[in-house]
């Protein structure tokens, strides 16, 4: 059974207390989210710990922003898959387009991110997403195929079947801009048939692909509305309960 997930991505914002206050908001007002849809927060690194205690018993789930390509060691500033897991993640998000830009990250070292994070048990959220450039160009089904194909592709099925996918086209993350629900609708259903080809029909039909960029209350209905969007990542919005609330609500 294919999950809706609605995942806020606060990137690197709040203090520890206001993502505390925004964790226990967050709690206090999710009642009339529909039980089947799974909230997810992932606050930056130092917030694990408190935000975890916050949401401990509610439903929210906790994911962290990036994991290291490493099991452990020398590698001063990382943080490894196990130390995540030993906190309470349950999910990791990996390989968004910032990581990605400012941060070199490439499908080689996201190979080695995803294995770990599996082996920990923790469940990716691997985004992939075109530059404006290379959709102008008409290049955006190449470029998402080739984020898939070399970062997904040496995975077993059994373990794409613990894979979440988010599509944020780099056009649309934080720009207020969003993909239409046509682009949206049709580059999700170029995903799944991607990961169709490549590990059969059930897993495909079964992996949550989530949409990502200046998703906000008032485009999420009609986003999720779609057949193959399946939830959310969400960036700014996500930083005010109100608006991360009504996003998983209009589900
Ligand atoms: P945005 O960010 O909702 O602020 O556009 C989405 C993301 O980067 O995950």
Excluded at 12 to 39: I, Q, R, S
Excluded at 76 to 101: D, F, K, N, P, W
Excluded at 194 to 209: L, N, Q, S, V
């Amino acid at each position: 059974m294919r999950r809706k997930i609605v995942a806020g991505n606060w990137k690197m914002n709040t203090t520890v207390a206001e993502g505390v206050a925004l964790a226990k908001e967050l709690v206090a007002n999710m009642g009339e989210v529909p039980a089947d849809v799974n909230m997810v927060v992932a606050p930056p690194f130092v917030h694990l710990t408190s935000v975890g205690e916050a949401i401990r018993d509610s439903k929210i789930a906790l994911s962290a922003q990036n994991c290291a390509d490493q099991p452990k060691g020398a590698f001063t500033g990382e943080v490894a898959a196990a130390m995540l897991a030993g906190i309470g993640c349950q999910y990791v998000i990996l390989g968004h387009s910032e990581r990605r830009q400012y941060y070199g990250e490439t499908s080689a070292t996201l190979v080695p991110k995803i294995k770990l994070a599996l082996e920990n048990g923790l469940q990716p959220i691997y985004c992939v997403g075109e530059m404006l450039s290379e959709r102008e160009a008409g290049n955006h089904f190449n470029v998402v195929k080739a984020q898939i194909e070399e970062v997904l592709f040496g995975l077993t099925a059994e373990q794409m079947g613990h894979i979440v996918i988010a599509y944020e086209p780099v056009w649309a993350i934080g720009t207020g801009v969003t993909a239409t629900n046509e682009q949206a609708q049709e580059i999700h259903a170029f995903i799944r048939k991607t990961i169709a080809d490549k590990f059969g029909a059930r897993i495909a039909d079964d992996c949550t692909i989530l949409y990502g960029g200046s998703c906000k209350p008032s485009n999420a209905k009609e986003l999720f509305a779609c057949p193959d969007i399946d939830g959310g990542l969400i960036g700014g919005a996500s930083l005010k309960a109100a608006d991360f609330i009504a996003i998983a609500q209009s589900y």
